[in-house]
Every structure is written in C-alpha cells, then in structure tokens.
C-alpha cells in the first residue's frame, strides 16, 4: 500500500499544489488558462509526436485496444443515458451530458499521468489511442444528442459540421496525425528538434496536474447529490469496471495495456466537461461532479493499483 500510496500522492501534491497558488492569488484565472493552453496545445501534441516515432507504427495501433476501449466507453456512455433517460424522465440533452461526464476519461491531464508512473513509457502510446475513441466517438456522440434534445434550434446536421470542425482543430489529433505521418513516412527528425519535442512532452504531465488543482478553485458542490453521485460513480468506478471487462474478455491483450486502460478509465472525467455543461444549462451540476470526481480519484485510483496488484496484473 506504501508503494501505491508513493505513486498517487505525488499526483495530487501537484493538483493541490494547483489549487492553493490559485486560493493564494499568486496565479490569476487567467495566468492558469495560459499554462493549460501550453499544455493542449504544446506538451501533449509533443507527447503524442515522441510516443509514435519512437517505435514501429504496428507496434502502436492495436485494434484489438482500440476495440476494447471503445465498447467499455461506449457501453457505460449509453447506459448513463438510458439511466437519465428512462428510469429518471430527464431531457435529451441533460441525459447526454451527464452520459458524457461517466464515459469520457480526463486521459491527457490526469490518465496519463497516472499511468506512466505505473506502466513507464507505454502510457503515452495509450493516451493517442484513448484520445482516438474520446475525440471521435463518444464527445461528438454526447454533443450531437444534447444539441438534439435542446432548444437552441440547431439542426442536427449544423452540429455535426460544427464538431467535425472543432476536431479538426484539436491540437491532440493533429499531433497524433504528425505522427502517423512521421511514422509512416520513415521520416526522421532532426536532433535538435526532437530534443525539444522530447523536454515538451516531459513537461505535460506535471503541468496538467498543476492546471487540473487550479480548475478546481471556485467550484461548489450544492443540491446536486444525486446527479452529481451518479456521474462520479459512473466515471470513477463502473467505467474502469466495464473496461476491465472488455479488456479481460478481449483475446491478445497485453495485461500492461489492460492496466494502462483501467487506469485511464478510473480517471476523473474530461478537463472541459464543465463548458459542456455549461453550454447545455447544467454548469453547476458538471462543475460539481468534476470536482468531486477529482478529489475521489485519490481514494479510487488507488484503490484501483492496489487490486490490480492483488490480481497479479500489477507488481512493485
């Protein structure tokens, strides 16, 4: 437990580390919104880049991962869905964000993170895989069926457009099609470059956690138990579950990668839920159960280490 401890402790000194310089006044809003943008827009596109050039592109697209992770996703997301949906009568667009908040792990700012202290250099692989079904599926999924249910009078096909668009500008995806290129191509690139491609994507990790402390001031958590516990309850326990599932029951798995996508799967939802929510008229809710989310996974993730370990999957 020491040993699991040693690994999600320094974690969340580095969220709290986030928190408190915000609470303090040292860094504004503002400042901090900085320091996320360099971490989207630089350190994980480099991540990305570094993760798929550094080995064989076979090596790297597994199908049989790709599938695993996005049925356990898929699965959870739909039946956060039907849960609003059906046993609890609520709107379209409500279902499908708090559908959104149990399927769509934070894998940039606190997955990977995790992950690579507990699995070492595979975990940047698994994030442009993770990012894959996240970006592609099940955000243009939720957003689609809000758009859908609500009564901002956007068609539905406008929504698509609009998505396909912001996808297009995702810095994560366009550093995961570089290194498609670059892989594919044989192209090497050039020392000095990739040096500084390499000190970019060591520094995603720390700076995502500091980012993720500093989005957590501010937030409240009031008269939303029920919505709230659902969605953190969804993304923190069943989704990590219903992917272990998958994973467990899907041939030529290596039991890293399995590891790597629980422990992806156990993260707290996405960094920007709380906009999408926002958008839809459920920023408190989304804000909330974020924050909630966030400060559980301590206890959760560990947890999740330590039983992995106890099954085997896992050694220290």
């Not at 090596?59 to 699965?75: C, D, P, Q, R």
């Not at 138990?225 to 953190?232: E, L, N, S, W």
């Amino acid at each position: 437990m020491l040993a699991i401890l040693s690994i999600t402790t320094p974690i969340f000194v580095l969220i709290g580390l986030g928190y408190a310089v915000r609470w303090s006044g040292i860094i504004q809003r503002e400042q901090m919104q900085g320091v996320g943008v360099f971490v989207m827009y630089c350190a994980l596109p480099a991540l990305v880049i570094r993760a798929l050039t550094q080995q064989p592109l076979e090596e790297i697209f597994k199908l049989n991962y790709l599938i695993a992770y996005g049925l356990g996703s898929i699965f959870i997301f739909s039946a956060g869905l039907l849960l609003c949906l059906k046993r609890q009568h609520q709107p379209l667009h409500t279902s499908a964000m708090q559908a959104l908040g149990m399927a769509a792990a934070n894998s940039g700012f606190v997955g990977y993170p995790v992950a690579v202290m507990v699995i070492g250099s595979p975990a940047a692989v698994l994030l442009a895989l993770n990012m894959i079904i996240e970006t592609l599926i099940i955000i243009p999924m939720a957003l689609i069926l809000a758009e859908m249910g609500s009564h901002q009078g956007s068609s539905v096909w406008k929504t698509v457009k609009q998505t396909a668009l912001s996808l297009i500008k995702n810095p994560v995806l366009v550093g995961l099609l570089v290194g498609i290129c670059l892989a594919v191509t044989g192209i090497q690139i050039p020392t000095p470059l990739f040096k500084a491609i390499d000190m970019l994507a060591e520094a995603a990790g720390p700076a995502a956690l500091f980012v993720i402390g500093g989005a957590l001031f501010g937030l409240q958590v009031k008269g939303m138990a029920r919505d709230v516990g659902q969605i953190v309850v969804g993304k923190l326990l069943i989704h990590p579950l219903i992917v272990f599932i998958t994973f467990y029951l899907m041939p030529g798995i290596d039991p890293l990668y399995m590891v790597g996508a629980v422990l992806f799967a156990a993260s707290p939802m996405i960094s920007i839920y709380p906009l999408f929510g926002q958008r839809y008229g459920l920023g408190g809710i989304s804000a909330a159960a974020m924050l909630v989310a966030t400060v559980a996974s301590f206890f959760t993730l560990s947890l999740t280490i330590w039983l992995m370990t106890i099954a085997g999957f896992l050694t220290f």
